[in-house]
């Protein structure tokens, strides 16, 4: 988590001005949730809550520019169809091919010595057909995306690791109660409205940590990681 150690308000300059706008009209309210020990580190605390806030609009854009799993499928079949298309015109020598290539910017020497290329683009062909084989991007669940970590489970897992620092033990689900209320705030300062639909993310963060599931090294706001994983939950036995 961000240290604050600046020594005037300069330090709010970094992160968005409506974020910076709404922590600073929230920051009461949430420095007494959090209790006496969050009252003697209230920027630590800010700057928690904006990282939190912040991390969750970047997963958030991720996440909603990520391709169903019927799309992906499509986009792979499309670069093994074209990537072996393309190997194939150039391992078959084709004189004039080769020679428009050459009089259009393509450095001769790479053109006569292909290997290299060639190599890319088969490993490219010969990847694509294999997730295409190997995964599970279609049938009744085609239209699902493949993410670990959606948005609003990632926010309430980065609100649980700062709840816990000020009031450690304390987190629960109850409705209303002030883990809830605290990781609306985080929602409120994210996205300048609040949200009813938290419920459920907060629930399935706390189950993970209840059954000790969540590795220490784990981070749901990697971008890449969480797609990868998923994609190798869906492997066919």
Known sequence: MIQMSHPNERWLD??????????????????????????????TVMGDVLLAATQYLELSKHYDEAPTRNKLRKKLELLRDNAGTVAGMLESGEPHLLAALTMHGAPQDEIEARSQTLNVLWNLCVSAHAAIFNLELDGPASGQKAATWPPKRALAYHCYEIFNRYRPGEASSTAGGNFQEFVGYVYEVARGQGDADLETPIKQVLALVREQNLPASENPFDLAGPFLRDLEKLRRP
């Open 14 to 43: 970094a992160w968005p001005p409506d974020l910076v706008q709404r922590v600073q009209l929230l920051d009461k309210n949430i420095i007494e949730l959090l209790g006496p020990k969050a009252k003697k580190g209230s920027r």
